[in-house]
């Protein structure tokens, strides 16, 4: 290469035009003229071109050898290979901003050289993240400036190209109308020589479809697409700093894996945000609903809870379960379920059955506790025992949280282990209320007996054995509906 660069030193150059799919490069020659260097996709290539180097001699390209070579390229693209196709023409020094003024008038007559076909490639990682797209429900399309077979190997070899599935060039693209493109578009998986604007179409037909559209790019050419796309996203190595400019994300490893996994990553927390919502509407529900039952059908009680014991038992128990209900590692099924909706809301209707289920679970067993110590004639140990089943309530449907299919046994209680340090915690502390003098008489509670906290976790456990029901009926249910 380096004796080349000297002995034909580049004068000047046309950049790769991705409408046009060729470049050309000046070089002046020893013997003082100018040559005029081509490369690009072999279809366009071989039109201007009229001649043939063969074996050292030019001589004239024939229709048969046209035809042949044409199939050459056929055969390299079917294989996966990029091919790119090369030819040259000389011409006079003094004749190049001409040349260059009316380039697509003197790209004629050219001297046909050769083939290249070149690789890359997909990762190993690469396939096995299409296969995990395609089971969670997102498609995965490609637009590429590559020949048609050559695509089609690739997509192929990586599994985007089903049986079903189809094929199409740009030049089929500019023969549609938008209609019939949004028509066809959910049956294509594969996009061949697309040029900027066509890959624009495509952004824009399946956003009209109702899809949500992520598109990677790298070049100034795929800003439009990227800034289309509602998710646009830019390589982080080869991508040039307009597409990092037009995209919203840009990741630094330029792996396809690394997108999954940021999807991955998002429906975890989604999730996550989904529980701790989950969590604290259906505690706070429990409380309310408690207290007001109280205060309607029993106006002969005295208040069921302090003020302060209200406080402690939301910045204590509540507090101590929220940051590691945030925590909580992802479910192994969470690639295996579709895309949400759009407008899809945090709160859905399995969170409001599991607010009005825990909230009566908490209220039964709540004053079913203060009652007991009401009949003994002890206000303070009433209180205490209300209290206690009320933070212990807490605890447990923390524990139903994690998941709102898996039983706990299914998930491992250590597996989350912030949220068994929490419990732990929460349960320590909720002894050391009704045991140390100082929490005695700060939150107005006494000592109880064995018997009594056996009581309180056989009542308060009674929200994790009906959810633990719950998730066994809808797991029967599904596996009987799968049967049928």
Known sequence: KEVLEIQLPRVDEIPFDPKERYMVTFHKSPEGDLRVYVKGAPETVLEMCSFILLDGEIRKLSPKEREELLKINTEMASEGLRVLAMAYKIIEPDNLETFKENIKQKLAKLIFVGFTGMIDPPRPEAKQAVQLCKRAGIKVIM?????KLTAEAIARELGILEPDSKVLTGAELDNMSDDE???????????????PTHKHRIVESLRRKGHVVAVTGDGVNDAPALKAAEVGVAMGITGTDVAKEAAEMVIADDNFASIVSAVEEGRVIFENIRKVVKYLLSTNAGEIVTILTALIFFPEFPLLFKPIQILWVNLVTDGLHVVPLAMEPKEE?????PPRKPNEKVINREILFTILYVSIFMMMGT??????GWNEGD?????????TTMAMFQVFNAINCRSSTKSIFELGYFTNKYLAVANVTSIALQVSATLLLPL?????TTPLSIWDWGTIF????????????RKLVRKMVKKRHMQQ
Do not use: C, P, W
Request: hydrophobic content about 55%; proline content about 0%; overall charge negative.
């Open 143 to 147: 637009a590429t400036g590559d020949h």
């Open 181 to 195: 493109l949004d028509d066809i578009i959910k049956n294509v998986s594969v996009f061949a020589r697309v040029s």
């Open 333 to 337: 099924d969470v690639m295996n379920k």
């Open 367 to 372: 004053i079913y506790m203060f009652m007991r």
């Open 379 to 387: 206000i303070t140990k009433a209180r205490t025992l209300a209290f």
């Open 440 to 444: 005695q008489v700060a939150l107005d």
């Open 458 to 469: 056989l009542v308060s456990s009674s929200v994790l054995i009906a959810d633990e029901l």
